[in-house]
């Protein structure tokens, strides 16, 4: 299947079609595949990657060999994915009917989003969503705060939570309590106003 796909691409750039690759070669034993993207591919890529309906993401493999867990390769791939956008949110990929509790599995998701926030400069707003149904929490929204932030006021922190909401600032992961996040309403940026 791979020498199928190594051979399509040598032909679309035979007719002039736009290369994928400048470099593709795969080593005679065939367990190592060494490519370079084309320029143009990357320019394009980077373009969509910045469109908010964009599923791509231009992944470092040096960042994702740093990573010791699936949940934070999970979280890493996510949180590259929204970084380019105006507003950077994704929600975490876990769901209660898929998986444990919340409660159950929380501290292990703090834990990459501390990881993350290290490793990528990033500060990070986890907000449990509680379903009016059941009265659990059944997705968490993950808002990123870049050092240079366009969030505005009163868009950042929400004005009320049912499950308490983490600030991930430098790596450190705390909860916020009622409190604080009353008085942080109008800030822009998770560490302060």
């Not at 791979?2 to 040598?10: L, Q």
């Not at 929490?137 to 006021?153: D, E, F, L, Q, T």
Request: charged letters at 30%; hydrophobic letters at 35%.
């Amino acid at each position: 299947m791979i020498a199928r796909g190594m051979k399509a691409h040598t032909n679309l750039q035979a007719q002039g079609g736009t290369a994928i690759f400048d470099f593709l070669k795969r080593r005679e034993d065939g367990r190592k595949i060494t490519f370079r993207f084309s320029d143009g591919y990357v320019r394009d890529s980077l373009r969509r990657s910045n469109d908010r309906t964009s599923k791509f993401a231009m992944i470092d493999v040096d960042t994702i060999g740093r990573l010791s867990t699936p949940k934070q390769i999970l979280f890493y791939t996510r949180a590259v994915m929204a970084q380019g956008s105006t507003f950077p949110m994704f929600t975490l990929p876990w769901s209660a009917e898929r998986t444990a509790p919340w409660r159950d599995v929380k501290r292990s998701w703090l834990s990459a989003a501390e990881r993350l926030s290290k490793l990528l400069g990033q500060d990070y707003l986890l907000e449990p969503m509680v379903d009016a149904e059941t009265d659990e929490v059944s997705r968490v929204k993950v808002k990123i705060v870049k050092k240079v932030s366009a969030w505005g006021p009163e868009k950042l922190f929400p004005r009320q939570a049912d499950q308490s909401v983490c600030a991930v600032i430098s790596g450190k992961a705390r909860s916020l309590s009622k409190s604080e996040l009353q008085e942080r309403r109008k800030w822009t940026r998770a560490d302060s106003p």
